[in-house]
């Protein structure tokens, strides 16, 4: 919802017609944008004209961004169980709506890693989530303090420190899907591992694919000897193989 309204308003470079301004309203209820829900914004709203100038002014953008900041705070929120939320920590925290300094809020606390190359980036666009606060702190022996981590490459200690409340950007395995070397493996076996019901298909339901080749590009992969060179070396052979064929 809140994509769409932004790609409604926010973003959209065109006028709305009927339609979309119909959608928009219903929007702006079902996010609870209190404020555009009054008989005076709600007359404004109602006739296209009218909405096509009103969300080009500067009232209608600090509107939606405090609800916008909201909505999507409550949308995190809701992904944490009671345990989770209970573990959160309680820290002085600005209304994005009233401005008005509210300690009942449940802010999060990021903890950006400045090794790396993307530190920088990943900090720029976080920071414009006013929900969330930074850790100038070391991680260790803090982390309990801290709900997000995000660090460039995986950092197996933290991976095995991690509690129910915090979220990690990296995952057991992931070398098995972000390298190439060994996605090709994993695509392989999980076809190889399935043919056995390849020609099964229940009524309504879309076919399997039968081959990893159904769904990622020709792939080859090539284990060859620094001494030894591509000579004699299969994986290579197949390669220039298939490459003539495709010439021809």
């Known amino acids: 919802m809140i994509n769409e309204y932004i790609g ?13 301004g119909k959608r928009l309203l ?13 008989m005076h914004y709600h007359h404004l709203l109602t006739r296209v004209e009218e909405v096509n100038r009103f969300i080009r002014t500067k009232e209608f953008l600090n509107i939606s961004k405090g609800y916008l900041s909201r909505a999507l705070n409550q949308a995190v929120t809701s992904t944490f169980t009671q345990e989770c939320l209970d573990m959160l920590r309680m820290l002085p925290y600005v209304n994005p709506v009233t401005g008005e300094l509210n300690t009942q809020l449940l802010p999060y606390k990021l903890f950006v890693d400045t090794t790396g190359n993307n530190n920088q980036l990943v900090k720029s666009i976080l920071k414009r989530r006013n929900w969330l606060t930074f850790s100038n702190d070391p991680l ?44 090709l493996s994993t695509m ?44 004699g070396n299969a994986g290579y052979q197949k390669f220039t193989k298939s490459f003539g064929e495709l010439k021809e």
């Open 188 to 231: 392989r076996d999980y076809y190889h591992r399935f043919s056995d019901t390849e020609g099964t298909v229940d009524e309504g339901v879309q076919p399997t694919p039968k081959s990893y080749l159904d769904v990622m590009p020709l792939t080859f992969r090539m284990n060859i000897d620094r001494k030894a060179g591509t000579k």
């Open 26 to 38: 219903k929007l702006i209820h079902q996010l609870h944008i209190s404020p555009l829900m009054t």
């Open 140 to 183: 260790f022996p803090n982390m309990d303090q801290v709900h997000i981590i995000w660090t460039q490459w995986k950092k197996t200690n933290i991976v095995q420190a991690l509690k129910s409340h915090q979220i990690y950007n990296k995952i057991e395995g992931n070398y098995l899907l972000t390298n190439k070397y060994y996605l």
């Open 8 to 20: 409604l308003t926010l973003k959209n470079k065109n006028s709305l017609n009927p339609v979309q």
